[in-house]
């Protein structure tokens, strides 16, 4: 089984960066895309930035401008770089990748907290 472990989550002051990271235990074939959600206390998850296969990307417009998803195809690895933190970024952090083989699946990382505070 597949597993996507992800690092670089902690404390922050507001206006300071992370760089999440997302790494697969194993290679993983037919990948569709990669990316991040996040879910605060309290409220739904919501999807941050995705990357497709073929390296189109999205985000959200709450983090338009501050975060970039980024990804080691050979590494199978995403990265979300996060700059001018703000409170309201304070989150879990999920990576997932969709991938196809006789059906479309999902993988998921088990989260990194993401504290954005003074």
């Known amino acids: ?3 996507l472990v992800e ?9 300071g960066s992370l760089r999440l990271s997302c790494a697969a235990s194993r ?9 991040w959600y996040r879910q605060a206390p309290g409220k739904q998850r919501e999807l941050v930035a995705s990357i ?3 390296g189109r990307t999205d985000s959200a417009d709450s983090v338009k401008g501050r975060f970039s ?3 080691e195809s050979d590494k199978n690895t995403v990265y ?3 700059n001018s933190l703000r409170p309201e970024d304070t989150a879990v952090y999920f990576c997932y990748v969709d991938r196809v083989e006789s059906i479309i699946s999902r993988l998921w990382g088990q989260g990194t907290n993401v504290t954005v505070s003074s």
């Open 52 to 54: 497709t296969a073929a």
């Open 69 to 71: 998803i980024s990804r």
């Open 27 to 35: 290679s993983i074939t037919s990948i569709i895309v990669m990316g």
């Open 1 to 3: 089984q597949v597993q």
């Open 80 to 82: 979300l770089q996060m």
């Open 7 to 15: 690092s670089g989550g902690g404390l922050v002051q507001p206006g």
